[in-house]
């Protein structure tokens, strides 16, 4: 499993209930025939691993997610075109993306490193593109994050706050 799917540093048994409790409330933004975008990372991860097998259309460029996903036969998933970043898990497209550009969610569902008044914070250059590509395609938008993420300090927004 790639790094941005693992646990958080000092994760224990608080963390694990933390993510778990996530999962739980962003599950309630969810319904069959739903049209998503899944970020990258562990608690985007923990919330595909939880949906049913139920009739939903999922756009994700996260690799960890499309495995979790990929055998089951009622979700259709939708991936972007572009490089597969290795050491990421993800798939980017450098330019305008044929798939982005007709595809239209109604949710999607990001994790965050950090939150401010910037907006969502991430720190890989890669992983910020990816993401503002698949905001642009959304009409609202989740953040999957705890209360960590407040205090983390993450340089380059993702998304303003204004979207959420």
């Known amino acids: 499993m790639h790094a941005y799917y693992g646990e958080r540093e000092g994760a224990g048994r608080e963390a694990n209930a933390m993510s778990s409790a ?68 993800i798939i980017v497209s450098r330019y305008d993306d044929p798939i982005l550009r007709h595809f239209v969610a109604s949710r999607a569902f990001v994790s965050a490193e950090g939150l401010s008044a910037d907006g969502v914070l991430l720190s890989d250059p890669v992983v910020v593109q990816a993401t503002r590509h698949l905001l642009d395609r959304t009409m609202d938008i989740v953040v999957l994050a705890d209360s960590r993420t407040f205090r983390v300090s993450a340089t380059l927004s993702a998304c303003p706050l204004s979207r959420i």
């Open 22 to 89: 996530i999962t739980a409330a962003a599950l309630t933004y969810v319904e069959p025939g739903l049209s998503m975008v899944f970020g990258h990372g562990r608690l985007g991860l923990a919330l595909a691993s939880a949906l049913s097998d139920t009739p939903y259309h999922i756009l994700t460029p996260s690799i960890e997610i499309i495995r979790c996903l990929s055998a089951r036969r009622h979700i259709r998933l939708t991936l972007p075109g572009g490089t597969l970043f290795h050491d990421r898990g």
